[in-house]
């Protein structure tokens, strides 16, 4: 078994591991030279970070991938099969911590990311400051949970509410539920909806604040960035998952909005 690069995450140090990637790129534990002296208990919490993360991360990226098409109900399922999960298994508090603190992150981002571009949204009713004080602050898992499907109740009345208004609500809905489509444009969507295109346009901007495929970027985009941090999934692999013919194409578009190259936000965001 040939050893790899050793994992930036400093986690496994604190716990007198070492961790290092197979050849297969598969994690290898083994108690490392300082790990004298060091309790059973810190290689069963060590342990446990590693069962955690494989438990956490396709769970977490699902709920971002529902999150954003507007799914809100099996999101909130999958939201509590995460925290529930924490709870059964009995996590070491430092784990919670990074679960909350996921899941915060992701909820920030959906949040600031999609649902403040609607008009007459404002993303601190959604997600407010007090919201996040009273979560970090929370005891345990129990009242974690609580206070997030407090914000998902939120999220279903506003979505709701999108469903309900209008045509506009109806074509917003339709472009969160298909925006992975790589075929999906302008003029589909005006002549799925009877449409003129350039009407459609106009009204989508005036509504949303930004043009169709914009939004379409954005989405794809968003879910690339939570793919990038939490999946081994190649860049070629994500940009077909998320909607682009070629990595070319996603790239250009990431680095038109992010500032950098996938690989080089990849490389900035080193992944658990």
């Not at 970090?136 to 999108?162: A, P, Q, W």
């Not at 469903?163 to 109806?170: A, D, F, R, V």
């Not at 793919?227 to 692999?237: A, F, K, V």
Request: aromatic share 10%; charged share 25%; with cysteine.
């Amino acid at each position: 078994m040939k050893l790899g690069t050793k994992n930036q995450d400093d986690t496994y140090s604190e716990y007198g591991l070492d961790r290092f990637l197979d050849n297969k790129n598969k994690p290898i534990i083994h108690r490392g030279s300082h790990y004298e002296g060091a309790s059973v208990d810190y290689l069963n919490d060590a342990l446990a970070f590693e069962t955690f993360n494989r438990e956490r991360i396709p769970k977490q990226s699902l709920c971002v991938k529902q999150l954003i098409v507007g799914d809100i109900e099996d999101a909130e399922k999958t939201l509590i099969e995460l925290i529930d999960s924490a709870i059964n298994n009995q996590y070491p508090e430092c784990l919670n911590k990074l679960l909350t603190s996921s899941l915060i992150d992701i909820f920030l981002f959906v949040i600031y990311s999609l649902y403040s571009k609607i008009k007459g949204i404002y993303a601190k009713d959604l997600l407010s400051i007090n919201d996040i004080n009273n979560i970090y602050t929370c005891s345990d898992m129990n009242e974690v949970k609580t206070h997030f499907l407090e914000i998902m109740t939120r999220l279903k009345v506003l979505e709701n509410n999108i469903k309900n208004e209008s045509t506009l609500g109806k074509i917003f809905h339709y472009v969160n539920s298909n925006y992975t489509n790589p075929q999906i444009t302008l003029n589909s969507i005006a002549e799925k909806f009877h449409m003129n295109y350039a009407s459609l346009s106009k009204m989508y901007k005036k509504e949303f604040g930004t043009n169709i495929m914009e939004s379409i970027h954005l989405m794809r985009i968003t879910e690339a960035k939570i793919l990038l941090d939490n999946s081994e999934l190649s860049i070629s692999e994500i940009a077909e998952k998320v909607g682009y013919y070629d990595y070319r194409t996603f790239s250009k578009f990431f680095k038109r909005m992010q500032g950098v190259t996938p690989s080089e936000y990849r490389g900035s965001n080193p992944r658990l």
